[in-house]
C-alpha cells in the first residue's frame, strides 16, 4: 500500500546501528521540516547534530530532500553538514531519483525518513525504497498541519501511545 510506512519510529533519533543493520539500511534520505527541525525552525532538534555525527561513524550516507525552498532548506542543512535537494516535488520521485543517485546505493538499502504519509512516505514507497515515518518532536500548533494529519489518519492510524511505550 503507497500509503503505509515500512517502519514507524518516535523520531529520527531512534534510528540505531542495530535497526540500520536489522533492515539492511546503508543510506537515509532524510526530510528536514519536522524530522531534523521544526518547520520553519532555523536550528535542528536538540540531539540532531550528535545523531548525526553518530550516522556518520556507523558509514550511513545521507541526505536531506525537501519539498521546502532552498532559501529554508540549504542554511540548516549546511549548518549540519547535509547535501541536499531542495524543492523535491514529494510524492514524485524527482528528488528522491537525484538523492539514490547522489548516493549511490541501492533503492533497497537506501530508506526515506520523514513525518508526512502523503509527500515521504508515498515518495519512498513510489520510488521503491524502505520508508520511516517518524513523529514530530512536538506537536505542530498550524492549522495546516492539523488538517493535515486528520487526514493522514484515515489511510494510516498513528496509535501515538503504542508508539511511545515500545520507543518506535
Keep these: 500500500m503507497i ?3 515500512r517502519h514507524w519510529l518516535k ?7 542495530d535497526f540500520l543493520e536489522e533492515h539492511g539500511i546503508d543510506a537515509l534520505i532524510l526530510d528536514l521540516d519536522n524530522t531534523l527541525s521544526m518547520h520553519g525552525d532555523p536550528a535542528a532538534e536538540e540531539g540532531i547534530p550528535e545523531w548525526l555525527d553518530y550516522m556518520r561513524a556507523l558509514g550511513v550516507k545521507m541526505v536531506v530532500v525537501s519539498n521546502n525552498t532552498n532559501r529554508r532548506v540549504a542554511p540548516l ?3 549540519l553538514g547535509l547535501p541536499f535537494i531542495a524543492n523535491g516535488a514529494k510524492p514524485l520521485t524527482i528528488g528522491i531519483t537525484r538523492a539514490l543517485k547522489y548516493l549511490g546505493t541501492a533503492k533497497e538499502r537506501t530508506a526515506v525518513v520523514g513525518d508526512q504519509i502523503f509527500t515521504d512516505v508515498m515518495g ?7 520508508t520511516i515515518l517518524v513523529e514530530p ?6 492549522i495546516f498541519f492539523k488538517i493535515k494529519r486528520a487526514a493522514e489518519n484515515i489511510v494510516f492510524r498513528r496509535d501515538f501511545e503504542k508508539l511511545g511505550q515500545k520507543g518506535r
Design 77 to 79: 542543512a549546511r549548518k
Design 137 to 142: 518532536f512536538r506537536p505542530e500548533k498550524n
Design 3 to 5: 500509503f503505509k510506512p
Design 11 to 17: 523520531n529520527v533519533l531512534s534510528i540505531n546501528k
Design 124 to 130: 519512498g514507497n513510489f520510488a521503491r525504497t524502505q
